[in-house]
């Protein structure tokens, strides 16, 4: 399995970004994909995360801003970045997890927040 993260890059306070990830190879149609990110200096945290069927699980500190979403047609999970804020600068990672293979990560993308 394969994960190609890319739409990183310098946004300004408050702007938006869409992260994209696709993710090919064989895969377990019961799986979780999700997005984790790593602050200079600090460890991967989870971002968002969900499931084939829909559930959908954000950190507290996203809740509200940011939003995941999956289009298992073409094997990619999104996430759509609203009122960007300093603290939210980080490498981005995709994640797809299944019970039989744990987690495979993609390479990050870079999202930094700055005026």
């Known amino acids: 399995v394969q994960l190609q993260a890319c739409g990183g890059g310098l946004v300004q306070p408050g702007g938006s970004r869409r992260l994209s990830c696709a993710v090919s190879?064989?895969?377990?149609?019961?799986?979780?994909m999700g997005w984790y990110r790593q602050a200079p200096e600090s460890q991967r945290e989870l971002v968002a995360e969900?499931?084939?069927?829909?559930?959908?699980n954000y950190a507290d500190s996203v809740k509200g801003r940011f939003t995941i979403s999956r289009d298992d047609a073409y094997n990619t999970v999104y996430l759509q970045m609203n009122s960007l804020k300093p603290d939210d600068t980080a490498v981005y990672y995709c994640?797809?997890?299944?019970?039989?293979?744990?987690?495979?990560w993609g390479q990050g993308t870079l999202v930094t927040v700055s005026s």
């Open positions: 969900m499931t084939g069927a829909g559930s959908r």
């Open positions: 190879g064989s895969i377990d149609r019961f799986n979780v």
């Open positions: 994640d797809l997890y299944t019970a039989y293979s744990g987690s495979s």
